[in-house]
């Protein structure tokens, strides 16, 4: 096995036509990923933040691990501000991942972000993104007479 892969390394046709269980073949792969040409995919940073559409909310990435998000069991924290900027707490908060070109969510479909005891953050532990792929996340955040969604996209290149 190991002259195999060392002559498929060392051979320019070979390689030209990838050696697929290389060490060089993989990264080539991953660099290339299924992620690299999402147009679809939010890019995570600490602090990305979205507004639902009627302003009534506003959700920010206070911590994610891993960050970018990635493939297994993923820990958020958000945070939930409303339209005057303040702070967030007591209200219900529901995440539920979707996997838009497979039709299909997490299991189980929907969580619930708990709050933190730190004022407006709500975390969620243990989301298990099982598959590599576009993630659509939307957040539904509910407060008395005040609800309303938005949604975050990831791209997990596994
Ligand atoms: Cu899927």
């Known amino acids: 096995m190991h002259s195999v892969r060392r002559v498929c ?12 269980d290389s060490q060089e073949g993989a990264d080539v792969t991953r660099a290339e990923g299924l992620c690299a040409q999402e147009q679809r995919a939010d890019t995570f940073v600490a602090g990305l933040s979205r507004a ?15 960050a970018p998000p990635d493939r297994g ?21 529901r995440l ?3 996997m838009p070109d497979h039709g299909h969510g ?4 929907h969580l ?12 969620i532990t243990d989301m298990d993104l099982f598959m590599s792929g576009l993630w659509q996340f939307t957040v539904r955040v509910e407060r ?3 609800s309303d969604e938005l949604v975050f996209s990831f791209c997990i290149e596994g």
């Open 96 to 98: 539920r991942p979707w």
């Open 52 to 66: 639902s559409p009627s302003g009534a909310f506003e959700v920010t990435f206070v911590e994610a691990m891993p």
């Open 144 to 146: 008395g007479a005040d």
């Open 9 to 20: 390394l060392s051979t320019l046709l070979l390689a030209a036509f990838g050696c697929g």
């Open 73 to 93: 069991l993923n820990r958020w924290v958000l945070e939930v501000k409303d339209r005057t900027g303040a702070l967030v707490d007591g209200a219900e908060v």
């Open 106 to 109: 997490s299991n189980p479909p």
């Open 112 to 123: 619930f972000p708990t709050a933190t005891g730190v004022a407006g953050q709500y975390q």
